[in-house]
């Protein structure tokens, strides 16, 4: 503790505990360390009214740790956010790039501090592109400003932000409104197999995938050979990988001939290129031309990529496997969420009547043979 004469200024050192938002004077207890001050004086009687100014302060508590984020722009917020690495490999990124640079900064003003933006001028930014644009629309762009100021107040819990740059989340108390957007499109095997033989070479292995197990886009896109464990038969997903943010595991014996396929191309890869999907010796961005060609060549109308996900939960579903285990597979958290992609066709119906009618009719059948053989209560338990 005390001054330190140095060539350009005077420097003062206190022991002090730093909480995380002030620096308090902390001598003799255990774990304070020294903080230095400059300052910015080569005159000895001016430091030390610094010294004693800044010692006065630290003993009411008032000196803000370093620990404490400046005012921050909205520019700076925005090129922080989009440098996330797990924002950049998100599908949508592009995406919210051209959001960021057409639409946000120009309404909310680049060089604007983020304390500064209020709910109000979110509401209205919201509202301005319900009339411009679809429901869809307004609703994906407003949940791309929610999670750029919630990953700044440190709560998006998948984005670690150790020193938040907000208290608040002024997107918050900003609703969207409902969609009535729940698609009800899924392949039947035949419609699949006529797609595959439409499709690209690049895109049918995604195909199959995408068919198979339900996974994203950005997962299958995203997908690299250290997460493909062919001898255990599964694909192993870090929470990094994830929308939800956790880890899970995707059986590759899901569909016959899936695993075959990943050994196929295990030994075609390009050994300099860690993603499993190529196209052109390169990882694949782009789908849109492709799909929609096949879906054009093999007639299938009104189908997205993104139904594949549909299609995977629903042959699950009619394959038996319990709600829990698709879940685990898909990595639907809640049943709300899962239950939107499982789709309902006539002939599920018609197999569930014909279960229902073969387990009433042996029912019935065992309480005729019951009163035929005049045998005891009819209604005591079995």
Known sequence: MGLTRRKDSY?????VFD???????????????????????????????????????????????????????FKALTEAYLALPRVMVQS?????????????????????????????SIEAYYQSRRKEVTLATANRELA??????????????????????????PARAVWKEAEDNVRDEILEPAQFEELQAHAAAYLAPINLVAYATGMRWGEIVNLTWDKVDLKGGFIRLRGSDTKSGEGRLIPLDVFPGLRERFREL????????????LHGGKPVRSLKGAFTAACKGAGITNFR????????????????????????????????????????????LKAAACKSNTYLTLAHEKVSEQVRKGEGNLFASA
């Open 11 to 15: 420097y003062v050192e206190f022991p």
């Open 19 to 73: 909480d995380g938002k002030t620096f308090s004077l902390a001598r003799g207890i255990p774990g304070a360390k020294l903080k230095r001050w400059k300052v910015n004086s080569l005159n000895k009687a001016l430091a030390k009214q610094q010294e004693a100014l800044i010692m006065t302060d630290l003993m009411k508590g008032i000196v803000k740790s370093d620990q404490v984020q400046g005012p921050m722009t």
């Open 266 to 277: 295990h030994k075609t890869r390009a050994l300099h290129e860690p993603h499993v999907f």
């Open 305 to 348: 990529f993104h139904d594949f996900r549909h299609t995977a939960i629903t042959n699950m579903r009619r394959a038996g496997i319990d709600l829990l285990t698709i879940m685990q597979i898909s990595g639907h958290k809640t049943t709300v969420c899962f239950t939107r992609y499982n789709s309902f066709r006539e002939s599920d």
């Open 144 to 169: 791309a400003i929610k999670h750029i100021f919630s990953w700044a107040c440190g709560t998006a819990k998948k984005f670690a932000l150790t020193r938040p740059y907000l208290d608040r989340n």
């Open 92 to 120: 949508s990124y592009e995406r919210k790039q051209r959001w960021v640079e057409l639409r946000f900064l120009p309404t909310f003003g680049a060089n604007r501090l983020i304390t500064a933006i209020t709910p109000e």
